[in-house]
Nanobody, 130 residues
């Protein structure tokens, strides 16, 4: 079991950048695929990006491709989301999540489905002002 804590959110102007971090406790972090999701009030949580346990595979929502980059440092038990060229529509609460599924780990893959993720952080708020 692991615990996740996001940081790095805040207020930024359109076109600006932010880097979110997600620190994990627990020695099994390096075995888990990790994902970032976001949610705005009254709407469903939506996939943003994910990365396999080794970092060799990554995936992005179409809305953030070319602007966001997910990465991880297993030695530091941390996953990152670098967000560039931010738009007003990126405003949301951002959550990191861990997928402990063994098959996902064996395949060194990731999922974009939130129901595949077992552990969630509390979220960090990102506000992009126009």
């Amino acid at each position: 079991q692991i615990q996740l804590e996001e940081s790095g959110g805040g207020l930024v102007q359109t076109g600006g950048s932010l880097r979110l971090s997600c620190a994990a406790s627990g020695r099994t972090f390096s075995n888990y695929a990790m994902g970032w999701f976001r949610q705005t009030p009254g709407k469903e949580r939506r996939f943003v990006a994910a990365i396999s346990w080794s970092g060799s595979s990554t995936g992005y929502a179409d809305s953030v491709k070319g602007r966001f980059t997910i990465s991880r440092d297993n030695a530091k038990n941390t996953v990152y989301l670098q967000m560039n060229s931010l738009k007003a529509e990126d405003t949301a609460d951002y959550y990191c999540a861990a997928d402990s599924n063994l098959l996902t780990s064996l395949r060194d893959s990731y999922s974009s489905a939130d129901y595949e993720y077992d552990y969630w952080g509390q979220g960090t708020q990102v506000t992009v002002s126009s």
